[in-house]
C-alpha cells in the first residue's frame, strides 16, 4: 500500500484546509486510516482516524468539531477538512493506513498503523 499525502499550506488562524490522502496498491486490504501530526520539537500525535468503509470515525479531543475525516470511495482518497485553525494545529500531517483492526484503544496509536505517507506541512499564522 502506498499513500500519497496532500493539500499542506499556510493559512491564517481561523481558516480552514482541507488535506488529502490517496492510496495506491493494495487497497482492498485496508481497514483503516488516520492522520497524525508532529509539530516541531514534539512527539507524532493522533489527529482522526476513519475504517475503509467510511463508516466509523474517531477524532482526538482537541480537534473535534473543527476537523472532519471522510472517504471519497471513487478515489480511494480519505480528506481531512479543518476549519477554525488555530496556531497549535502548525505541523507536519502524514496520513497512515492499517490491514488490520486494531484493538479499541490503540487505535490512535501511530504503531497500529504499517503504512506511512510523506508528510504534507501545515504553518497556521497568528
Known amino acids: 500500500v502506498q499513500l500519497q499525502a496532500s493539500g499542506g499550506g499556510l493559512v491564517q488562524a481561523g481558516g480552514s484546509l482541507r488535506l488529502s490522502c490517496t492510496a495506491s496498491g493494495r487497497t482492498v486490504s485496508i481497514y483503516a486510516m488516520a492522520w497524525f501530526r508532529q509539530a516541531p520539537g514534539k512527539e507524532r500525535e493522533f489527529v482522526a482516524g476513519?475504517?475503509?468503509?467510511?463508516?466509523?470515525?474517531y477524532y482526538e479531543a482537541s480537534v473535534q468539531g473543527r476537523v472532519t475525516i471522510s472517504r471519497d470511495e471513487s478515489k480511494n482518497t480519505v480528506i481531512l477538512q479543518m476549519n477554525s485553525l488555530k496556531p497549535e494545529d502548525t505541523g507536519d500531517y502524514y496520513c497512515a493506513a492499517t490491514l488490520r483492526r486494531p484493538i479499541l484503544s490503540q487505535r490512535s496509536k501511530s504503531d497500529a498503523y504499517g503504512y506511512w505517507g510523506q508528510g504534507t506541512l501545515v504553518t497556521v499564522s497568528s
Open positions: 476513519i475504517s475503509w468503509n467510511g463508516v466509523n470515525t
